[in-house]
């Protein structure tokens, strides 16, 4: 897209933008929203104004602390608007466009808000807008590998090949054996390369490389499985990279996975700590990476000592780490108190340690994450049969059922909780009902074999 300039905006859209920077100042975010958006109208290739609009929206989105039930609603009351839009992305993509904006207005976290924004925009050739807005979905999804992916290809065809390049190594960062992935970055390396030594034509990566070297760790990056040379090259050539960009957090972690190969835990922990502080230690990805070197390094210890035959020392250890886990963990939700992931990974950590009211208030909060529901409800649902509360737990776990359509191992586990539960309440038909399910799908699950045919001798 032809994108324009600040200078050449109208005078009018650029009088609304100041109108609607100071309404966003005192807060009222509505008002701002609406100058923003008509000043958009205006000028619908300003991309400062349009940055301006989102970013309101995801003011307001935070101040009401939206989640998921947030994104449920907006999706029902956004759905004749994203009909009307999705209609018109191939035959009228600017009109398509304006309705998208509406959505993300409503919802600027909504995933599939977001994504008929991308689509309407490339097909309006607005692709920076495109890139704009993935760049503001990625804050609220920064695990999500397809929006970072389809935000690499959209950096590489603007022309923003540094980027690229830095997207792809988070995917193979994320997806270290996905190949794909591998030889993505090898391109994007290659591009990189070529835009920033003047390079013109080359028939592969290999022919932008500055030297053999190069390329040889280009392909050690590659391999699934690394020999201490390899490892060796890469580190240094790791350090290489961060002193030239020394801002790079992505630098800084493929340096700190590289430490943890060569069992080097402390070089880990001290790379992560200096990039975490540079994010303002507000990085929930390096923060469960610090965690993770932590762990690691008392998993060595504690195998190091239990092969040394002290077997004492080693279990102490084992203690120190548990109480680190519990203790990590209840930190982290305290610092991200919105990430429900970190909710229903603490909660099982309190479940093992058999602190089940505690457990129970995590899986509460955490079921509201549509990826840890089931498993969530199977949990408060194991909480409450521990504390004695059999129907309560009966409730909970006949919801968990009900999430999904196939009898696969978390259902089964499900199931046979229910009929162990209505075995302690006497009430065997209930259960037999509940082991024929697993029964029928599965006759080696546990000792389900054994529990049906003690059913059918007491019929």
């Known amino acids: 897209m032809a994108v324009v300039n600040w200078d050449d905006a109208p005078r009018k859209a650029?009088?609304?933008?100041?109108?609607?920077?100071?309404?966003?100042?005192?807060g009222n975010y509505d008002y701002?929203?609406?100058?923003?958006?008509?000043?958009?109208?205006?000028a619908p290739k300003v991309l400062r104004i349009r940055g301006a609009l989102r970013s309101a929206s995801v003011k307001k989105f935070l101040d009401k602390k939206g989640g998921e039930l947030t994104?449920?609603?907006?999706?029902?009351?956004?759905?004749?608007?994203?009909?009307?839009a999705s209609s018109q992305i191939k035959s009228k993509p600017e009109q398509a466009l304006v309705k998208c904006e509406k959505l993300l207005r409503l919802?600027?976290?909504?995933?599939?808000?977001?994504?008929?924004?991308?689509?309407?925009?490339?097909?309006?050739?607005?692709?920076?807008?495109?890139?704009?807005?993935?760049?503001?979905?990625?804050?609220?999804?920064?695990?999500?590998t397809k929006l970072i992916?389809?935000?690499?290809?959209l950096y590489?065809?603007?022309?923003?090949?540094?980027?690229?390049r830095q997207c792809y190594e988070t995917l193979v960062q994320m997806k270290p054996k996905d190949q794909n992935y591998v030889k993505a970055l090898k391109d994007a390396t290659a591009l990189d390369t070529m835009k920033s030594g003047g390079w013109k034509e080359a028939e592969s990566y290999r022919d932008v490389m500055k030297d053999e070297k190069a390329a040889t760790l280009l392909e050690q990056q590659?391999?699934?499985?690394?020999?201490?040379?390899?490892?060796?090259?890469?580190?240094?050539?790791?350090?290489?990279k961060i002193e030239r960009e020394p801002g790079n957090v992505n630098y800084k972690r493929a340096l700190a996975d590289l430490y943890v190969k060569s069992d080097l835990y402390a070089e880990a922990e001290q790379v992560l700590q200096e990039a975490f502080a540079s994010t303002g230690g507000a990085d929930p990805q390096i923060d469960r990476a610090l965690s993770n070197v932590r762990i690691k390094q008392f998993d060595f210890e504690i195998d190091s000592l239990a092969r040394a035959g002290n077997a004492a020392e080693a279990e102490a250890r084992k203690q120190e780490r548990d109480a680190f886990l519990l203790k990590d963990s209840a930190d982290r939700v305290k610092r991200y108190p919105n990430d429900l992931q970190f909710k229903y990974e603490y909660g099982v950590l309190l479940f093992e340690h058999e602190q089940f009211n505690e457990a129970a208030q995590q899986f509460q909060f955490s079921q509201r994450n549509p990826q840890r529901r089931t498993q969530s409800l199977y949990y408060l649902g194991l909480c409450f049969e521990r504390k004695g509360q059999h129907d309560i737990a009966i409730e909970q776990l006949e919801k968990a059922a009900a999430e999904l359509h196939t009898m696969d191992n978390m259902k089964k586990d499900i199931v046979y909780e229910l009929g162990q539960i209505s075995?302690?309440?006497?009430?065997?038909?209930?259960?037999?009902?509940?082991?024929?399910?697993?029964?029928?799908?599965?006759?080696?699950?546990?000792?389900?074999?054994?529990?049906?045919?003690?059913?059918?001798?007491?019929d």
């Open 32 to 42: 701002a929203m609406d100058m923003y958006t008509t000043a958009l109208e205006l």
């Open 222 to 240: 590659s391999k699934a499985v690394k020999s201490d040379d390899d490892i060796r090259s890469l580190i240094a050539e790791t350090k290489l």
């Open 423 to 458: 075995e302690t309440m006497g009430d065997m038909a209930k259960a037999a009902d509940y082991y024929k399910q697993i029964y029928a799908v599965d006759i080696g699950y546990k000792d389900i074999s054994k529990k049906i045919e003690q059913a059918y001798k007491k």
């Open 107 to 144: 919802d600027p976290a909504n995933q599939s808000f977001i994504n008929l924004f991308v689509q309407a925009a490339i097909a309006a050739d607005m692709t920076e807008a495109a890139v704009q807005t993935l760049e503001i979905g990625r804050e609220f999804y920064p695990k999500d």
């Open 71 to 84: 994104h449920l609603i907006s999706s029902i009351q956004g759905l004749a608007t994203m009909i009307g």
């Open 149 to 153: 992916e389809t935000l690499a290809k």
């Open 156 to 164: 590489a065809e603007i022309d923003e090949t540094q980027k690229a």
């Open 14 to 26: 650029r009088e609304l933008y100041e109108k609607g920077n100071a309404a966003a100042e005192r």
